[in-house]
């Protein structure tokens, strides 16, 4: 019974995982996560679709950093193919 739970749990990590950011952007991750912000935040292990929480990203194009939902940024990601970064866009001002 012990050995089936265990399975039970292994099985709903490697899910998780599946769904992360990392697994389903891997290029966007590489090039966007701003790990000294997200401190101890692993990409791997969050969900690509939550809304719960805001990700620390860096701008490929002249390093600024800027906070968003994975849920909202994975929609520029899938979509547009862009980075999603606001400054970039002309959303926000410098």
Not at 9 to 36: G, T, Y
């Amino acid at each position: 019974k012990i050995r089936l739970e265990q399975e039970k749990e292994k099985n709903a990590r490697l899910r998780n995982i599946e769904k992360s950011l990392a697994a389903q952007f891997p290029d966007r991750v590489d090039e966007l996560w701003d790990w000294e912000r997200n401190e101890d935040l692993n990409p791997a292990e969050i969900p690509a679709h939550s809304a719960n929480f805001e990700i620390w990203l860096k701008c490929p194009k002249d390093g600024h950093s800027w906070r968003k939902k994975p849920a909202e940024i994975v929609t520029s990601w899938g979509r547009s193919k862009t980075s999603g970064c606001p400054v970039c866009v002309g959303r926000t001002k410098k």
